[in-house]
């Protein structure tokens, strides 16, 4: 299937971020303008965007739009470029400002987030998130442990992060990326960075529902806290999660999107436990046994996107038995989506 992005919605999607930032706020106040993020709805499920890669390893940007405008066709409330689905390590600063504008171009400033993969100092994570608010991006995204290395005590992590707060307009972003640099953000280094005020949003790979009562305890209620990599996501979005961030919404956003709208209602919530469920355990197949980055990308293509399993990355192909995994996985997607009574975009 392939999908083009006509001018009237390359224009809708600026005018998205636009409305968003001035008169509606959808996910953040307008870039540069020091405003506070804000989500349209509890909880929001947000969309890791993968990297298109051609054969020869340059940026596809023709498949990175049709990824973008499945994502906003799928409901997903913002995306994320550039972070460890994007293969972030892998990509020069310049072509990351070329994929944050792109993601801009169709979801608009106010919903489009973007990683500082260049953020290992404080002065580059200033100059970095200038860059990224001049390509598009409302959200810049700290990486605490890109900025402050294992080496670094956590009273250092604070140091740093709050340098890094009070020299840039808010709203800015936390994110606790998976390996390089995994650094957790225990609570009270949590409500400290949300009680200087640039800070506004945490996407956390702490995915016991205890911790997240504890970091949602910590910080004031505007502070949203996005969840990614857990088991146990109906008792996290119990526990007061704002939302997900994880691989299966990169590869099912529809299931996501239900979730989400299913949630507003009590009453259907127990009834979700068993989809939470799916969510969960996918998301750590994707993680784990399907050789990520690549096995995002091979579910995508087998849902019928112009992507391909191509990685800068050292991940090996995919073996038969993984591809036969990611053809299991897509037929699981498909029964799942009959039984809840959603029709599959692809």
């Not at 005590?153 to 998976?178: D, F, N, Q, W």
């Not at 099912?252 to 949630?263: I, Q, T």
């Not at 096995?295 to 996107?305: E, P, S, T």
């Amino acid at each position: 299937m392939h999908m083009r992005l006509s001018r009237r919605e390359l224009v809708q999607g600026a005018l998205s971020g636009l409305i968003g930032a001035t008169l509606l706020p959808a996910m953040a106040q307008r870039a540069m303008g020091g405003g506070r993020l804000v989500l349209s709805r509890r909880p929001a499920f947000a969309v890791p965007l993968p990297t298109p890669f051609s054969s020869s390893l340059e940026l596809d940007l023709a498949a990175h739009r049709q990824l973008l405008r499945f994502y906003r066709q799928a409901g997903a409330d913002a995306v994320l470029a550039v972070g460890s689905t994007g293969e972030m390590l892998s990509i020069t600063w310049p072509e990351a400002l070329r994929l944050v504008r792109s993601a801009s171009a169709v979801f608009g400033p106010s919903r489009t987030w973007a990683s500082l993969s260049v953020g290992r100092s404080v002065e580059s994570c200033r100059r970095g998130a200038a860059d990224l608010h001049q390509a598009g991006a409302g959200l810049p995204v700290v990486i605490p442990g890109l900025l402050a290395g294992a080496g670094s005590t956590e009273a250092e992590a604070e140091r740093l992060l709050l340098e890094v707060g009070r020299g840039i307009p808010g709203p800015l972003g936390l994110y606790e990326s998976i390996n390089p640099f995994h650094r957790t953000l225990p609570a009270p280094l949590l409500a400290a960075l949300a009680a200087q005020g640039s800070f506004q949003l945490l996407k956390t790979t702490q995915g016991a529902p205890q911790r997240m009562a504890a970091l949602v305890a910590a910080v004031p209620r505007g502070f949203l806290i996005l969840e990614a990599n857990t088991a146990d996501l109906f008792a996290v979005l119990q526990a007061g999660a704002a939302g997900v961030l994880d691989f299966c919404a990169a590869c099912f956003p529809e299931l996501l999107a239900h979730l989400c709208r299913s949630w507003a209602d009590p009453k259907r919530r127990s009834s979700l436990q068993p989809l939470c469920r799916w969510i969960g355990d996918t998301d750590a197949l994707l993680l784990g046994s399907l050789a990520f980055p690549r096995g995002v990308k091979a579910v995508l293509a087998a849902r019928g996107l112009a992507i391909q399993p191509f990685s800068r990355q050292a991940v090996a192909d995919l073996t038969r038995d993984q591809n036969a995994q990611v053809q299991d996985l897509v037929r699981q997607f498909r029964s799942l989506s009959r039984d809840l009574g959603i029709t599959p975009l692809l």
